[in-house]
């Protein structure tokens, strides 16, 4: 059974589609990034998810109960860490989880040894009786997750929960979702970040409270494989310029000295399989407009790369309907 | 007038027991693009603001645009503009009203507001929404207008704060077109962040961690000079179960779940293709491993991380 099956998500706010006919499913041990800018309606969703908002149309269901008609049951299964969790900064570490847990029903002899084991969990024995306050945002952070998980939830969602966090505790974090991963828990996570959105096992791109393509971060960076090159060259500016005007080339995108260019996808399959014919037809090119060119070669394409080519073929598209 | 724009040297902060920013030294030419990556709390901020002549230095110098931080920071401030993540837009305002707004704040002269402002809304691509009201427009245009705002003084020196946090990848890139396109003019420009995504874009990047300067490069030499060996991507059945079994083999400096495969840092010499794939397969994992090119994260893990080599 799914952990999570919400179908046809749908929320509007007066004239607003804030969330427009949102699908996702979760298995267990999964990870569900949910990614796009402010405003594209992730965080709506989360609360929707929760239960905290109501639906216009669609349906969620957690472990098979649906969260309108058995919202008990179905949030017993969930934890939620919003993007701007309260901790109590006056009550002690120990204080807070204990607090979390009664919220959460669960009677003092229970807790006791579960806030040991969440506290080992996320790394915070030994600081139970200090104060929530004084913690850095990293232990704060560390807690926070300890208090969504409290009440041994299958699934968890994670509102942006690395916001404004280093790639060191990020990298921590991410380590212990891992683990609950690896127990069978599921896992949604919303972000704007890309180096964020490539943790996750399924990807939704949002924007503007629609999903605009999902799939597996290795299967949406398929499309791109080979179309992207990386070009050093002088003057740059003149390079820009010829590249955007190559019939080629799709994007041009300017990186500190060097430029991204995403080639069409008809330029590689009609060329040799790689883009190679492609590439040095363009250096040709190049160097007959006066560039010198200092390196060209394929790389990796990038979530982002990806993002922004569903981002411009989703306008193109608005365009001619 | 130094020929730098930005010019630091063995530069020092303490707050009682305290180093926020410990002897750095650095260079910025004018027209470069330079990032600052590290965590909040790494001194990234205690820099600029004494860069911006607001803190006093306990230890080393620094000149910025030609002026000393300590002795003429009344002369720097005028030529500096600064756009911060959490910029103050009045939202009943139009976005030609804030605009407006600010160029008087910062004297920009009666005489030459008009001129100045059609030139910003036109190189930040705001023309013709001046009468937007500012509440009604979303994060990539709002974050245009608090660019435009930051550039109507003309200042020779830019410093953003995680300008393009949560705005969508096409925003980002427009907004750093935008950038690129100053620099190309001679403005000198500053980035402090803690994001990969935007710390790609910029000419040089400065990695930041406990006070200290721990590289200074183009994205490209960091990614090439700084990690401990080769990166890989490893396609394996079982995600968890491989990564612990990799973490604890010998020569491997780091792995990480990315989505659906894992990446890793290996040692230099330590390990190929061929032996990664082995060594997997030996603890009956299905496992398919590639060479990839690092990432700048994994230049802020192999610099910073707990397994980086110690500082002192």
């Known amino acids: 059974m799914a952990l999570l099956e919400a179908i046809g998500l749908t929320k509007r706010f007066g004239s607003l589609v804030a969330v427009d006919d949102v699908s996702l499913v979760v298995q267990p041990g999964e ?10 309606g992730k965080t709506t969703v989360m609360r929707l998810l929760v239960g905290a908002l109501s639906l216009d149309a669609g349906s969620v269901a957690i472990l098979g109960q649906d969260l309108a008609r058995h919202p008990e049951q179905a949030r017993s299964s969930v934890g939620y860490l919003p993007q701007r969790f309260s901790l109590y900064h006056d009550l002690t570490v120990g204080e807070n989880l204990a607090f979390f847990g009664s919220v959460r029903g669960i009677d003092r002899k229970t807790l006791t040894g579960r806030a040991a084991e969440l506290l080992a969990f996320v790394g915070l024995t030994g600081f139970e009786n200090r104060l929530a306050g004084v913690l850095s945002g ?5 807690l926070g997750l300890a208090c969504a998980l409290v009440h041994r939830p299958s699934l968890l969602l994670l509102d942006e929960p690395t916001s404004g966090v280093d790639p060191i505790t990020r990298q921590d974090f991410w380590q212990l979702i891992i683990r609950l991963l690896g127990d069978g828990a599921g896992v949604v996570v919303s972000t704007p970040y890309m180096d964020e959105a490539i943790r996750c096992s399924i990807l939704g791109f949002m924007a503007a409270g629609r999903i605009l393509t999902t799939g597996a971060p290795r299967s949406l960076l398929a499309p791109l494989a080979g ?32 430029l991204h260019l995403r080639l069409r996808g008809a330029a590689v399959f009609s060329g040799l ?8 037809r363009l250096s040709s090119a190049l160097a007959a407009g006066g560039v010198q060119v200092l390196g060209l070669r394929a790389i990796a394409p990038s979530l982002e790369d990806v993002f922004i080519a569903t981002l411009q073929a989703t306008a193109l598209e608005a365009r001619h309907e | 007038m130094s020929e730098l724009a930005v010019q630091v040297d063995r530069l020092t902060k303490r707050f009682g027991d305290f180093t926020a920013v410990d002897g750095i030294s650095f260079e910025v030419r004018p027209g470069e693009v330079v990032g600052y990556l590290g965590p909040n709390g790494s001194g990234k901020t205690t820099t600029i603001r004494m860069l911006l002549g607001l803190l006093r230095p306990t230890a080393g110098r620094a000149e910025v645009l030609g002026f000393d931080v300590e002795r003429q920071a009344e002369a720097i401030r005028p030529l500096v503009g600064y756009m911060s993540q959490k910029f103050a837009l009045y939202d009943e305002l139009t976005m030609a009203e804030n605009l407006e707004f600010y160029a008087g704040i910062y004297g920009v002269p009666k005489g030459e507001r008009r001129g100045r402002q059609q030139a910003v809304m036109d190189l930040v691509g705001l023309n013709g929404l001046g009468d937007a009201r500012a509440g009604q427009m979303s994060g990539g245009w709002r974050q245009r207008l608090a660019l435009a705002i930051a550039l109507v003084h003309r200042p020779q020196l830019l410093f953003l704060d995680e300008p393009t946090s949560g705005v969508d990848p096409v925003a980002r890139r427009i907004f750093w077109n935008t950038i690129d396109k100053l620099a190309d003019d001679g403005a000198t420009v500053f980035v402090s962040t803690h994001y990969m995504d935007e710390a790609e874009y910029c000419g040089r990047l400065g990695i930041m961690n406990g006070g200290r300067l721990l590289a200074l490069d183009t994205p490209a030499a960091l990614k090439r000079d700084t990690l401990p060996g080769p990166t890989w991507n490893l396609i394996v059945d079982r995600l968890i179960p491989a990564l612990d079994a990799l973490e604890s083999l010998p020569g491997v400096f780091q792995v990480g ?11 230099a010499g330590e390990h190929s293709q ?31 991380g707990d397994k980086a080599p110690s500082l002192d």
């Open chain 1, 31 to 40: 990870a569900y990034g949910l990614v796009g800018p402010d405003g594209a």
């Open chain 1, 138 to 142: 990293g232990m704060k952070q560390k």
């Open chain 1, 227 to 258: 179309r992207v090159l990386e070009l050093r060259a002088e003057p740059r500016a003149l390079a820009h310029q010829l590249c955007q005007a190559d019939p080629d080339v799709e994007d041009v995108a300017q990186f500190g000295e060097l």
């Open chain 1, 273 to 280: 399989q790689d883009g190679q014919a492609t590439q040095l």
């Open chain 2, 257 to 267: 779940l990315r989505g659906d495969h894992l990446h890793a840092i290996t040692l």
């Open chain 2, 274 to 304: 061929h032996t990664l794939q082995s060594s997997l397969e030996g603890m009956g994992f299905s496992v398919e491993v590639e060479s990839t090119d690092p990432t700048l994260e994994d230049v802020f893990m192999a610099l910073a």
